[in-house]
Protein backbone atom coordinates (compact mmCIF):
# COMPACT_ATOMS: atom_id res chain seq x y z
CA UNK A 1 0.00 0.00 0.00
CA UNK A 2 2.80 2.43 0.87
CA UNK A 3 4.03 1.89 -2.67
CA UNK A 4 1.39 3.45 -4.04
CA UNK A 5 0.30 6.21 -1.16
CA UNK A 6 3.92 7.22 -0.39
CA UNK A 7 4.61 8.88 -4.21
CA UNK A 8 0.59 9.89 -4.53
CA UNK A 9 1.23 11.67 -0.86
CA UNK A 10 4.54 13.01 -2.69
CA UNK A 11 3.34 14.44 -5.92
CA UNK A 12 0.27 15.79 -4.25
CA UNK A 13 2.63 17.85 -1.77
CA UNK A 14 5.05 18.81 -4.77
CA UNK A 15 1.54 20.26 -7.08
CA UNK A 16 0.54 22.18 -3.69
CA UNK A 17 3.44 23.82 -2.89
CA UNK A 18 4.25 24.45 -6.69
CA UNK A 19 0.27 26.02 -6.27
CA UNK A 20 1.64 28.16 -3.91
CA UNK A 21 4.83 29.39 -5.17
CA UNK A 22 3.57 30.60 -8.48
CA UNK A 23 1.35 32.78 -6.72
CA UNK A 24 2.38 36.73 -7.04
CA UNK A 25 4.66 38.29 -4.52
CA UNK A 26 1.95 40.99 -3.47
CA UNK A 27 -0.48 38.02 -3.04
CA UNK A 28 1.00 36.26 -0.41
CA UNK A 29 0.12 38.79 2.55
CA UNK A 30 -3.68 38.39 1.82
CA UNK A 31 -3.75 35.19 0.57
CA UNK A 32 -1.80 33.96 3.21
CA UNK A 33 -4.21 35.10 5.80
CA UNK A 34 -6.79 33.16 3.71
CA UNK A 35 -5.15 30.32 4.33
CA UNK A 36 -4.29 30.80 7.95
CA UNK A 37 -7.95 30.67 8.77
CA UNK A 38 -8.81 27.77 6.82
CA UNK A 39 -5.87 25.91 8.56
CA UNK A 40 -7.44 26.98 11.68
CA UNK A 41 -10.94 25.61 10.91
CA UNK A 42 -9.70 22.29 9.39
CA UNK A 43 -7.06 21.57 12.20
CA UNK A 44 -8.75 22.07 14.92
CA UNK A 45 -7.43 20.13 16.89
CA UNK A 46 -4.62 21.82 17.10
CA UNK A 47 -6.39 25.07 17.29
CA UNK A 48 -7.56 23.88 20.52
CA UNK A 49 -4.51 22.90 21.56
CA UNK A 50 -3.18 26.12 20.74
CA UNK A 51 -5.57 28.40 22.27
CA UNK A 52 -4.94 25.49 25.67
CA UNK A 53 -1.52 26.81 25.50
CA UNK A 54 -1.55 30.16 25.72
CA UNK A 55 -4.63 30.35 28.25
CA UNK A 56 -2.02 28.64 30.22
CA UNK A 57 1.03 30.70 29.56
CA UNK A 58 -0.93 33.70 29.65
CA UNK A 59 -0.63 34.92 33.31
CA UNK A 60 3.16 34.25 33.33
CA UNK A 61 3.02 36.29 30.50
CA UNK A 62 1.23 39.29 30.84
CA UNK A 63 3.51 39.86 34.14
CA UNK A 64 6.82 39.57 31.61
CA UNK A 65 8.84 43.15 31.14
CA UNK A 66 8.46 41.98 27.41
CA UNK A 67 4.83 41.44 27.02
CA UNK A 68 3.20 44.68 25.08
CA UNK A 69 0.70 42.68 22.95
CA UNK A 70 -2.13 44.48 22.31
CA UNK A 71 -3.97 41.07 21.97
CA UNK A 72 -5.47 40.12 24.83
CA UNK A 73 -7.37 36.63 24.81
CA UNK A 74 -6.43 33.42 23.84
CA UNK A 75 -8.45 33.08 20.46
CA UNK A 76 -7.37 36.27 19.21
CA UNK A 77 -3.21 35.37 19.55
CA UNK A 78 -4.48 32.31 18.01
CA UNK A 79 -6.15 33.55 15.03
CA UNK A 80 -3.32 35.56 14.38
CA UNK A 81 -1.06 32.55 14.92
CA UNK A 82 -2.55 30.33 12.12
CA UNK A 83 -2.17 33.90 9.72
CA UNK A 84 0.79 34.00 10.62
CA UNK A 85 1.62 30.29 9.35
CA UNK A 86 -0.45 30.64 6.20
CA UNK A 87 1.81 33.53 5.59
CA UNK A 88 4.73 31.05 6.61
CA UNK A 89 3.58 28.63 4.34
CA UNK A 90 3.26 30.66 1.32
CA UNK A 91 6.32 31.85 1.56
CA UNK A 92 8.46 28.91 2.46
CA UNK A 93 6.14 27.28 -0.74
CA UNK A 94 8.02 29.67 -2.86
CA UNK A 95 10.94 29.29 -1.11
CA UNK A 96 11.19 25.51 -1.78
CA UNK A 97 10.45 26.02 -5.67
CA UNK A 98 13.28 28.67 -5.97
CA UNK A 99 11.64 31.77 -6.25
CA UNK A 100 12.02 33.43 -3.03
CA UNK A 101 14.83 36.00 -3.57
CA UNK A 102 12.63 38.79 -3.01
CA UNK A 103 11.48 37.31 0.01
CA UNK A 104 14.82 36.61 1.23
CA UNK A 105 15.77 40.68 -0.11
CA UNK A 106 13.03 41.88 2.56
CA UNK A 107 14.46 40.31 5.62
CA UNK A 108 16.10 42.49 7.61
CA UNK A 109 19.38 41.28 9.79
CA UNK A 110 19.62 42.60 13.33
CA UNK A 111 23.19 42.15 15.34
CA UNK A 112 24.84 40.44 12.16
CA UNK A 113 28.51 41.85 14.65
CA UNK A 114 27.78 39.10 16.94
CA UNK A 115 27.71 36.58 14.29
CA UNK A 116 31.20 38.03 13.15
CA UNK A 117 32.65 37.98 16.69
CA UNK A 118 31.26 34.22 16.93
CA UNK A 119 32.93 33.43 13.33
CA UNK A 120 35.87 34.92 14.41
CA UNK A 121 37.31 31.79 16.75
CA UNK A 122 36.86 29.63 14.03
CA UNK A 123 35.12 26.78 15.68
CA UNK A 124 32.36 26.19 14.29
CA UNK A 125 29.43 27.84 15.18
CA UNK A 126 25.91 26.44 16.72
CA UNK A 127 22.51 28.68 16.15
CA UNK A 128 20.38 28.23 19.05
CA UNK A 129 16.71 28.66 18.62
CA UNK A 130 13.14 27.73 18.15
CA UNK A 131 9.74 27.13 16.35
CA UNK A 132 10.23 30.75 16.10
CA UNK A 133 8.26 33.01 13.11
CA UNK A 134 9.21 31.49 9.62
CA UNK A 135 12.34 29.38 10.69
CA UNK A 136 12.94 28.06 7.49
CA UNK A 137 12.98 31.60 5.99
CA UNK A 138 16.01 32.15 8.82
CA UNK A 139 18.17 29.61 7.56
CA UNK A 140 17.52 30.27 4.03
CA UNK A 141 17.97 34.00 4.42
CA UNK A 142 20.93 33.87 6.72
CA UNK A 143 23.00 31.34 4.26
CA UNK A 144 22.38 33.85 1.53
CA UNK A 145 23.10 36.62 3.37
CA UNK A 146 26.46 36.06 4.42
CA UNK A 147 27.40 33.22 2.56
CA UNK A 148 27.58 30.80 4.88
CA UNK A 149 25.87 27.61 4.49
CA UNK A 150 23.89 25.85 7.65
CA UNK A 151 23.16 22.50 8.88
CA UNK A 152 20.10 22.33 9.74
CA UNK A 153 19.31 19.67 12.22
CA UNK A 154 15.45 17.67 11.28
CA UNK A 155 13.46 15.00 11.73
CA UNK A 156 13.15 12.39 8.87
CA UNK A 157 10.29 12.25 7.09
CA UNK A 158 8.48 9.23 7.04
CA UNK A 159 7.98 9.15 3.75
CA UNK A 160 11.09 8.57 1.73
CA UNK A 161 9.72 10.29 -1.31
CA UNK A 162 8.79 13.48 0.40
CA UNK A 163 11.80 13.29 2.25
CA UNK A 164 14.13 13.30 -0.64
CA UNK A 165 12.03 16.23 -2.35
CA UNK A 166 11.80 18.42 0.59
CA UNK A 167 16.01 18.22 1.60
CA UNK A 168 16.29 18.60 -2.66
CA UNK A 169 13.85 22.28 -2.45
CA UNK A 170 16.12 22.86 1.09
CA UNK A 171 19.44 22.49 -0.77
CA UNK A 172 18.31 25.49 -3.39
CA UNK A 173 20.11 27.96 -1.08
CA UNK A 174 22.88 25.83 -0.52
CA UNK A 175 21.88 24.02 3.08
CA UNK A 176 22.11 21.23 4.53
CA UNK A 177 19.77 18.76 6.67
CA UNK A 178 21.36 16.74 9.22
CA UNK A 179 18.66 14.14 10.30
CA UNK A 180 18.49 13.30 14.21
CA UNK A 181 18.71 9.67 13.86
CA UNK A 182 22.32 9.64 14.26
CA UNK A 183 23.11 13.22 13.19
CA UNK A 184 25.69 13.81 16.53
CA UNK A 185 28.79 12.66 14.13
CA UNK A 186 27.46 14.67 11.64
CA UNK A 187 27.39 17.82 13.79
CA UNK A 188 30.86 17.38 15.29
CA UNK A 189 32.18 17.11 11.36
CA UNK A 190 30.43 20.54 10.28
CA UNK A 191 31.62 22.40 13.81
CA UNK A 192 35.24 20.74 13.29
CA UNK A 193 35.56 22.35 9.78
CA UNK A 194 34.45 25.69 11.08
CA UNK A 195 30.31 25.09 9.94
CA UNK A 196 27.71 26.04 11.17
CA UNK A 197 24.43 23.94 12.56
CA UNK A 198 21.45 25.19 13.14
CA UNK A 199 19.03 23.55 16.48
CA UNK A 200 15.83 23.98 17.88
CA UNK A 201 15.51 24.22 21.37
CA UNK A 202 11.60 24.11 21.87
CA UNK A 203 10.97 20.41 21.11
CA UNK A 204 9.26 18.45 24.02
CA UNK A 205 12.05 15.19 24.84
CA UNK A 206 12.18 12.38 26.43
CA UNK A 207 13.17 12.50 30.10
CA UNK A 208 16.19 10.35 29.08
CA UNK A 209 17.36 12.64 26.55
CA UNK A 210 16.29 16.09 28.23
CA UNK A 211 16.57 18.21 31.51
CA UNK A 212 13.66 19.48 33.19
CA UNK A 213 13.20 23.18 32.47
CA UNK A 214 10.70 25.73 33.60
CA UNK A 215 9.25 27.46 30.05
CA UNK A 216 6.25 29.86 30.32
CA UNK A 217 5.52 28.88 34.04
CA UNK A 218 5.31 25.33 33.67
CA UNK A 219 7.60 22.27 33.96
CA UNK A 220 9.13 20.98 30.30
CA UNK A 221 11.93 18.93 29.32
CA UNK A 222 14.31 20.22 26.88
CA UNK A 223 17.03 18.93 24.59
CA UNK A 224 20.74 19.40 26.62
CA UNK A 225 22.12 19.06 22.73
CA UNK A 226 23.34 22.18 21.96
CA UNK A 227 24.89 22.27 25.47
CA UNK A 228 26.66 19.33 25.29
CA UNK A 229 28.01 19.62 21.80
CA UNK A 230 29.13 23.34 22.94
CA UNK A 231 31.03 21.94 26.18
CA UNK A 232 32.36 19.36 23.73
CA UNK A 233 33.72 21.25 20.57
CA UNK A 234 34.16 24.56 22.13
CA UNK A 235 31.96 26.57 19.11
CA UNK A 236 30.19 29.81 20.28
CA UNK A 237 26.62 29.12 20.95
CA UNK A 238 24.49 32.12 19.43
CA UNK A 239 20.86 32.68 19.53
CA UNK A 240 19.20 33.64 16.75
CA UNK A 241 15.16 34.02 16.04
CA UNK A 242 12.70 35.88 13.42
CA UNK A 243 9.94 37.30 13.69
CA UNK A 244 7.64 39.31 11.49
CA UNK A 245 7.02 43.39 11.69
CA UNK A 246 4.20 43.67 8.95
CA UNK A 247 5.17 42.75 5.68
CA UNK A 248 8.69 41.95 6.14
CA UNK A 249 10.76 39.24 8.47
CA UNK A 250 13.26 39.93 10.51
CA UNK A 251 16.19 38.60 11.76
CA UNK A 252 18.00 39.05 15.58
CA UNK A 253 21.41 37.44 15.98
CA UNK A 254 22.58 37.72 19.77
CA UNK A 255 25.89 37.65 21.21
CA UNK A 256 27.45 34.79 22.52
CA UNK A 257 25.22 32.54 25.06
CA UNK A 258 28.68 31.49 27.78
CA UNK A 259 28.76 28.24 28.98
CA UNK A 260 28.86 28.05 32.85
CA UNK A 261 31.96 26.09 34.22
CA UNK A 262 29.86 23.24 35.87
CA UNK A 263 29.90 20.33 33.71
CA UNK A 264 27.60 18.23 36.42
CA UNK A 265 24.01 17.83 35.47
CA UNK A 266 22.59 20.57 37.68
CA UNK A 267 25.34 23.01 35.56
CA UNK A 268 24.10 21.47 32.44
CA UNK A 269 20.74 22.30 33.55
CA UNK A 270 21.33 25.48 34.42
CA UNK A 271 22.62 26.48 30.97
CA UNK A 272 19.73 24.70 29.22
CA UNK A 273 17.26 26.79 30.93
CA UNK A 274 19.14 30.10 30.15
CA UNK A 275 18.86 29.50 26.95
CA UNK A 276 15.38 28.49 27.09
CA UNK A 277 14.87 32.28 28.22
CA UNK A 278 15.59 33.31 25.39
CA UNK A 279 12.79 31.21 23.36
CA UNK A 280 10.65 32.25 26.42
CA UNK A 281 11.45 36.29 25.72
CA UNK A 282 10.31 35.51 22.35
CA UNK A 283 7.12 34.04 22.63
CA UNK A 284 6.24 36.80 25.44
CA UNK A 285 7.06 39.55 22.62
CA UNK A 286 6.15 38.08 19.66
CA UNK A 287 3.14 35.86 20.74
CA UNK A 288 1.64 34.96 17.47
CA UNK A 289 5.17 34.20 16.33
CA UNK A 290 5.47 31.00 18.16
CA UNK A 291 4.51 27.76 17.20
CA UNK A 292 2.03 27.11 20.02
CA UNK A 293 0.21 24.76 18.09
CA UNK A 294 2.53 21.66 19.73
CA UNK A 295 2.34 19.70 22.78
CA UNK A 296 5.75 21.73 24.39
CA UNK A 297 4.60 20.63 28.06
CA UNK A 298 3.72 16.74 27.56
CA UNK A 299 5.26 14.35 29.72
CA UNK A 300 6.16 17.22 32.20
CA UNK A 301 3.22 16.79 34.48
CA UNK A 302 1.17 19.50 35.97
CA UNK A 303 1.99 23.34 35.43
CA UNK A 304 4.51 24.63 37.91
CA UNK A 305 3.07 28.23 38.24
Not at 65 to 94: D, K, V
Not at 148 to 165: D, F, G, K
Amino acid sequence: MKRILWPAQTALFYLLTLAGAILPASFIQPAGKAVGGLMALLLFKRRRIAIDNIRRALPFMKQHPAWTCPLETPEEIARELFRHLGISLLETCRLYHGRGDAIISSVEIRGSENFERARAHHKGIIFVTGHCGNWELLALAFSRTFDAPMSVVARRQNNPYLNTMVETMRLHYNNKVIYKDGGLRQMLGVLKKDGIIGILGDQAVFPEDGTLIDVLGRKAWATKAQVIIGRKTGAPLVPAFIHREGAKSVITLYPEYELGSDTSDEGIQRDVQALSRYVENFAVAHPADWYWVHRRWKRAGEPSC
